[in-house]
């Protein structure tokens, strides 16, 4: 993602990079020589230097986020952070709370609200196309060998495939179907590592009364051609890696629509979101509920992976928070890559 955003913001035209932040020294390197910006080894010796970039793009494993987070707002660094934003509630809440007190914008990056195909879907649910939305299937299954990266290392990553595809996953179903009310996860068995999930089902129901699964894995492939299935009264929808389609109940054909899926093109439009929200000209498009409403769904699923429960989404629990920062043994001090720009 540090790539991806790189080089969208190198091609920005109201954006230039200003610096990269990374603890390797080879790769800061290899970044300052590309992007043409210059390199520090970490947040404070960029703050040290001098600058004052107005944003920042943190796309650091997650057990980073809330420290790096909480140094760039206290310096007024307006703040766009990969998810999930935190580990558990009690994290985000300092942040957002951080984020307030120095009157700088914390955003939690949520792309696929960006996508112009998840969008238009919204729109014709909302319209009434499929008629009332009853069941829903999510599937961002995809063979990826984490064996040797940080991933699969939880005093880093917080968690398996679950904290890392999850908090994207569950943000598309709040943004197309309303707050998660109920959850029930379950793990395969591990392959990739003993340390951490790499195939999770997640069963969710929403406050409108929505049904639904997810699909998350490293392990598996999803072989089809879509990433979201939605079933209504009076028809059928798919969200598609390469194009999207609906079929009203009775037609003999599919509706195509939308554009597919371009990681380059959400996160632009991501950050010019993000870059208007900072000049005071949008509204963000997710809230600061929404973002805290996405860790606590996450907190939860992990508890009841832990329990075999079904489980209700509630208030940061945080006898649990504290629990999950020991068994994740959260005393790692070690530092990753930020990245930094200037509008």
């Keep these: 993602m540090g790539h991806c955003y790189a080089t969208v913001i190198h091609n920005h035209p109201h954006m230039s990079l200003e610096a990269v932040i990374d603890p390797n020294p080879e790769a800061a390197k290899a970044f300052r020589h590309s992007f043409r910006c210059k390199s520090y080894g970490s947040v404070q010796d960029y703050l040290a230097a001098g600058h004052q970039a107005e944003g920042a793009v943190i796309c650091t494993p997650p057990v980073s986020h809330a420290g790096i987070a909480t140094q760039l707002l206290e310096n007024r660094t307006h703040t766009l952070c990969e998810p999930p934003l935190a580990l558990d509630p009690e994290s985000a809440e300092k942040m957002k709370e951080t984020a307030r007190r120095c009157a700088a914008t914390l955003m939690m990056g949520s792309k696929f609200r960006f996508v112009a195909d998840v969008i238009q879907a919204k729109g014709l ?62 793990e395969g ?19 409108p009364g929505i049904l639904g699964t997810l699909h998350l894995s490293w392990a598996l492939k999803n072989n089809g051609e879509d990433y979201f299935r939605i079933y209504g009264t009076q028809g059928n929808m798919c969200i598609g890696w390469r194009t999207s389609f609906y079929r009203p109940t009775g037609a003999a054909d599919w509706i195509h629509f939308g554009e597919g899926y371009s990681t380059q093109k959400a996160l632009g439009l991501q950050l010019s979101h993000f870059m208007d929200v900072v000049s ?18 996450i907190e939860t699923a992990y508890r009841s992976l832990a329990t075999g429960r079904h489980m209700h989404i509630g208030k940061a629990d945080p006898d649990a928070a504290r629990a999950r920062k020991l068994s994740l043994i959260s005393s790692s001090s070690k530092s990753f890559p930020t990245w930094i720009f200037n509008r």
């Design 125 to 186: 649910i909302q319209a009434g196309i499929l008629g009332h939305v009853l069941e829903f299937e999510g599937d961002f299954r995809e063979t990826v060998d984490m064996t040797s990266r940080w991933n699969v290392q939880p005093e880093i990553s917080g968690g398996g495939v679950l904290m890392d595809s999850g908090p994207l996953a569950v943000d598309v179903v709040r943004y197309l179907f309303g707050p998660i009310q109920a959850i029930r996860a379950e």
């Design 189 to 207: 068995r591990r392959v990739q590592s003993k340390e951490v999930e790499d195939t999770v089902r997640l069963e969710l129901s929403t406050e």
């Design 280 to 297: 005071g000209e949008e509204v963000p498009e997710i809230t600061a509920e929404e973002e805290l409403a996405s860790v606590r769904v």
